[in-house]
């Protein structure tokens, strides 16, 4: 059951990403168009496609567009490097389900003077938009006493989080028609990101944030295919 959500959710995504991308893909008289997928997107497991143009050998613009699950249900193959994963209480709130989508827009500047150079580093700032959904339990903050037998009260919220990623990276070619995006990412929500329940958050597109972090870190790992 369970992997054929991951299918279904999978082709629902690519085509609502095709129908977004499809005005602005054909016609085109660039060099390169890319359309990718992250095959690793740490800490989280998400669903996502995202189409890339190469407007100059220094500018390439991106539009991404994912889907976490649950990132309850996610893995964390890094440990403590980047982020905690921390399943304790979260100021009193337990989590069952923290799930949503996000869009990104934005470019890299690549360090690169023509087409001619496949390997090459590269740095981004993007705009995204992000739905979160949390579902849980309140339980009891530290210190707090409550009444004996008092039962789990239920919490849930959807709260939208826009912010701005930035992004460096490797850009590696694979082959003529393969290449591969290294990226470590830090993004800043807004403000409403506070809306949250706790004070250890995991935002769709942006990342996981730990007690002590300000930013919200991601490593990224991107497959694209050219068009």
């Not at 869009?103 to 700032?125: E, S, T």
Request: charged fraction near 15%; hydrophobic fraction near 40%.
């Amino acid at each position: 059951m369970l992997v054929e959500t991951y299918i279904d959710m999978k082709i629902r995504l690519f085509g609502v990403f095709f129908l977004l991308v499809s005005c602005f893909v054909f016609g085109q008289k660039t060099k390169n168009r890319f359309l990718g997928s992250d095959i690793l997107q740490l800490p989280s497991t998400s669903l996502n496609a995202n189409y890339s143009l190469e407007v100059k050998p220094y500018f390439t613009s991106v539009i991404d567009l994912g889907y976490t699950i649950n990132y309850i249900k996610s893995f964390d193959f890094i440990g403590n490097l980047l982020t905690s994963h921390c399943d304790c209480a979260n100021l009193g709130y337990e989590m069952n389900n923290i799930s949503g989508g996000y869009f990104k827009f934005g470019g890299y500047y690549n360090l690169r003077n023509d087409f001619k150079k496949h390997n090459y580093f590269h740095l981004g700032v993007f705009l995204t938009s992000s739905i979160v959904h949390e579902n849980g339990y309140y339980t009891q903050l530290i210190g707090e006493t409550l009444p004996p037998h008092e039962p789990l009260v239920p919490v849930s919220h959807t709260v939208f989080v826009p912010g701005l990623n930035f992004k460096g990276g490797f850009v590696l070619s694979l082959s003529k028609k393969w290449a591969m995006d290294v990226d470590f990412q830090v993004s800043l929500p807004g403000e409403n990101y506070n809306t949250l329940y706790g004070y250890r958050n995991y935002i769709p597109g942006m990342g996981y944030r730990d007690v002590v972090k300000a930013w919200y870190p991601m490593l990224i790992c991107n497959l694209k295919y050219r068009l």
